[in-house]
């Protein structure tokens, strides 16, 4: 039966309602395993469109193995190699777990995540933490001692004294110290600079407890917490996918819910159309590279990290975050008319998210599949570019690709048009 | 002897090289009395060069009345007016004593004062506490129970938390607090939001030791930093007048080290002039005023926070704080012309605080007499407003008088050119 332009434009109505209707909020930090559905020791997750492992190769491949080695379910590169072929070790598309990755993405068993609840609706999400500032990150498709030694630094001290102090708290709503943030020079996905000052504040008073019993590590803790500008991107990511979640699934909408890089290409959800992806090619990405690298290092190792500009973050806020320049480079200008442009494949303005610069207007939200098609205007995303021998070597902002929204068009008139 | 303008100019560069040396550091939180020379019990200080008790007026005068009952120097208003008028209790200029006054600026030998040090002098600069973000405030001329209270809750719950942890820490350097809050929305007068936030970071390892043996007033002391805007601004104001200062009295400078509001006017000092106020009238204020207020109602009871704009914050960074536009009206493109326009009154850009939005241009920062005059260009600066009646009721942008510029030129010329 044939699905109207009145009909499609009232099912995003609804979904763009949705989308900013969540109410996230962190209630826990636990192990994936204990938390994450469906998650077994055997199983590593990473990030985009799930891949036969024989597909997955350069950092993303590493990474993998990596994260192999670091639950100790492989002795050595090549028998992790081995096990994953045979599907010993199983690999899952982050967003299947309800979990979001950044670059690489990789989850293991024993990692900690954050639980951030919808409390507008039944859905949870899920994501693990920050290495740290050292560029060399499991993340980024290195693996060695010093990336082992960071990340159980994050398991047995940075996680503890969080999840306590977070369930002391009864649960940090996200949504006010995002709302907040975007008027400090945050944008959410590159910069989370002031938002991780606001979640420190929030949880220092119930880590007070804890110094008695754990002084150092709460210090270590509290360091972590505020030495860098990418400590809440985690947060910032678990509350973006509770609320795309919230969002998806609308019948007739085409609102994209979802995008992501894995190392092949990039790829889109749609709200009305399923748990499909639709890929397309990578893109040039306008990269600002920290000193000693250079372009033709750039390489592709997957993220999920821009689930913020899925809901109205990010690339959708850089008007909030003129800073962003040193990191990424651009200019205010160009970060100002690049923000604006977006407002014409959006389907509406934040209600929550203001972007003072531009007398407190809401950020554009919702990318409308059809919007970008008929404008060639593809959505602007903030991210972080790793570099082929391992770890990140820059920052950046890239476009989404034409033809994955080419694809879900299709899919959707074939769908809703019988087309 | 003639003083050529190219000897003013080296003397101007010379000010503003000190201006920019200057290295402010917290160092101790104490009662005035215990710190600040001259303070004796009797003593009260209040914003703006010092008038004859009889020629303060308004919501000035009702201040000093407010002091000298919360300090016990008198029992009742006419009590205290009586002994005002005697000269039994003194009044004394803030300045005068290092101190900066915020509004009113009323100072009593009780109150506790942040001790802030110039690292690249020998110069001191005291400033007192926020009394919080009830808007009835005795800096605003309204001195009551409530007033009361919330002024021994600083003496006695605030500043011995923060005093300590201070102590703890050996000292919290200012500058670098003030650069990033510059990238995070403050301009460091009418904003402080990040900057209060950076600073409870660099206290929270040093209160952790307090936690055991008073725990609810390291509570109340956290949400007293971080609740509101404006905590930081009585930092912000030490940290600029221990700047202003190291730059006043370079022989041959134009360039202005003080500017102050009392009750009848505005004033400002010049680093070649010595410690002579240059007086002009007050001006209007663009301001926005809270809900329930009227034009009418605003009226000047005094303010030296201004010494922001002296040292290139405040209305000198407005580019920084797009967000100031809720709080005190105006555009963002009002904003950053009224910004960039002040660079043709300033001796330089500055080297430490920085406008993302402008490229990271330095801030316009020295204002320079003759700039003014030539230019008829006058500082713009960010400020509180105040109600006949007490109280804040709003906030705005108000310009500096031009003829306290011409009245310093004329001294100049007098004492540099034998004119």
């Known amino acids: 039966m044939a699905h109207s332009t009145e009909r499609r434009n009232a099912a995003n109505r609804e979904a763009f309602g949705r989308l900013c209707a969540a ?40 990474a993998v193995i990596g994260g192999a080695l670091f639950e100790g379910l492989a002795d050595t590169r090549e028998d992790a190699d081995a096990r994953l072929a045979a599907g010993e070790i199983k690999v899952g598309g982050c967003h299947d777990y309800k979990c979001i990755g950044s670059l690489a993405g990789i989850y293991t068993a024993s990692m900690p995540v954050f639980v951030v609840e919808n409390r507008a609706g039944a859905n949870t999400a899920f994501c693990n933490m920050y290495e740290g500032t050292n560029p060399r990150r499991l993340n ?95 947060l910032s990511m678990a509350a973006a996918k509770a609320t795309a979640d919230h969002a998806h699934g609308v019948e007739g909408s085409s609102m994209v819910t979802a995008m992501a890089f894995n190392c092949r290409g990039f790829a ?74 977006l407002y014409a494949i959006t389907i509406g303005e934040n209600p929550d998210f203001h972007i003072p610069f531009l007398g407190y207007r809401g950020t554009p939200t919702g990318i409308d599949v059809f919007r970008v098609l008929e404008t060639r205007i593809t959505p602007a995303m903030d991210i972080g570019v790793a570099g082929r021998d391992g770890g990140q070597i820059g920052a950046g902002v890239v476009r989404a690709p034409l033809p994955c929204f080419e694809a879900a068009a299709d899919a959707y008139d074939t769908r809703y048009s019988g087309g």
Request: hydrophobic share 40%; glycine share 10%.
């Open 23 to 62: 109410e996230p909020v962190l209630t826990d930090v636990r192990p994936a395993i204990d938390v994450v559905p469906g998650m077994t020791r055997e199983t590593i997750l990473t990030s985009g469109p799930p891949l036969a492992w024989g597909d997955y190769v350069g950092g993303q491949r590493d």
């Open 140 to 234: 980024y498709g290195v693996y060695d001692d010093g990336v082992r030694e960071r990340l159980l630094f994050v398991n047995d001290v940075i996680a503890p004294v969080i999840g306590e102090a977070v369930r002391r708290a009864g649960g940090i709503p996200l949504k006010p110290i995002m709302k907040r943030a975007l008027h400090m020079g945050d944008e959410l996905h590159s910069r989370n600079t002031a938002a991780s000052l606001l979640f420190a504040r929030e949880l220092f008073p119930a880590m007070l407890d804890q110094t008695a019993t754990r002084r150092e590590a709460v210090e270590k803790t509290l360091k972590a917490l505020t030495e860098d500008h990418y400590f809440f991107l985690r």
């Open 268 to 341: 889109i959800r749609v709200s009305g159309l399923g748990d499909a992806w639709f890929e397309g090619p990578h893109a040039d990405v306008q990269a600002k590279l920290f000193e000693g690298h250079s372009e033709d290092e750039i390489t592709w190792m997957g993220g999920e990290s821009i689930i913020a500009e899925t809901v109205g973050l990010g690339g959708f806020a850089q008007a909030c975050a003129f800073p962003l320049q040193q990191y990424q480079g651009g200019t205010a200008r160009a970060m100002v008319e690049r923000n604006e442009e």
